[in-house]
């Protein structure tokens, strides 16, 4: 239709800038984002139709229940998107910052659990069952863990010192738990994973060196785990396969 028309001669257009500015590596990569941006704008429709899914697909992530259904179909919508070939997708939760239990914990706790428990397994299922996990990186996480002390009488304040993720797929291993913190769950004091050391071991499974991928910033070139300051490595011990020791 008129829309394929219009981007085929825009698709011209930058092939004829391009061949004007040979060796314009910034420019070819512009215009690869642009044309992939069109191509995922013409696609979209048809991949976040969930009206094609099978009664017992829905059901398994809780779209027959108001509780779990509107962040069910997101997680629905994630494994389309991952099976379309998208690369990366984030699902969240309910508007604002329905985690952050400042107060009132014991009553905000299990309402946000209740909304997110059975979409996020489901979609683990899923991807499972569809082929598509060991080639797909689940992670869920937050930015901070909370203190085992009380806020406001019924509430936790963030932790920096302690918190969890968990991880599925992507040749991490299955089923276990990984580092330790003290009794009373302030600190991490066994098996201590930074954030630098997660990012290098994404990169790991996602097939890049986290040494060797730089990017200028602020006049220097940086690694995404800032390995320089941070002396960040993969932890080998949650990968089912450990990369080689370099």
């Not at 690369?87 to 706790?109: A, E, L, N």
């Not at 630098?196 to 990017?215: F, P």
Request: hydrophobic share 35%; with cysteine.
């Amino acid at each position: 239709g008129a829309q394929r028309e219009s981007l085929d001669f825009l698709s011209k257009l930058n092939a004829s800038h391009l061949r004007d500015h040979p060796g314009e590596s910034e420019l070819d990569a512009r215009i690869q984002n642009f044309e992939l941006a069109a191509r995922m704008q013409l696609a979209a429709a048809d991949v976040l139709d969930l009206s094609k899914e099978t009664d017992a697909t829905r059901k398994m992530y809780g779209l027959d229940n108001p509780l779990t259904q509107s962040y069910g179909m997101r997680c629905l919508m994630a494994r389309r998107l991952v099976e379309a070939g998208v690369r990366f997708v984030q699902v969240t939760t309910s508007p604002g910052q329905p985690w952050d239990h400042h107060s009132k914990i014991k009553q905000s706790m299990p309402k946000i659990a209740g909304e997110t428990d059975q979409g996020s397994a489901a979609l683990v299922k899923d991807l499972k069952s569809r082929g598509l996990l060991d080639s797909t990186v689940v992670m869920w996480t937050g930015e901070f863990g909370r203190l085992p002390t009380t806020q406001a009488g019924d509430g936790r304040d963030h932790n920096r010192h302690a918190f969890t993720i968990w991880l599925a797929g992507g040749g991490f291993k299955k089923g276990f738990i990984y580092g330790e913190t003290d009794e009373f769950g302030y600190r991490s004091v066994v098996n201590r994973v930074g954030v630098a050391d997660l990012i290098a071991t994404l990169l790991n499974q996602l097939g890049l060196d986290h040494k060797r991928v730089v990017y200028p910033h602020a006049g220097r070139m940086e690694t995404p785990s800032d390995v320089t300051v941070s002396g960040a490595k993969v932890v080998a011990d949650i990968l089912s396969h450990p990369p080689e020791a370099s």
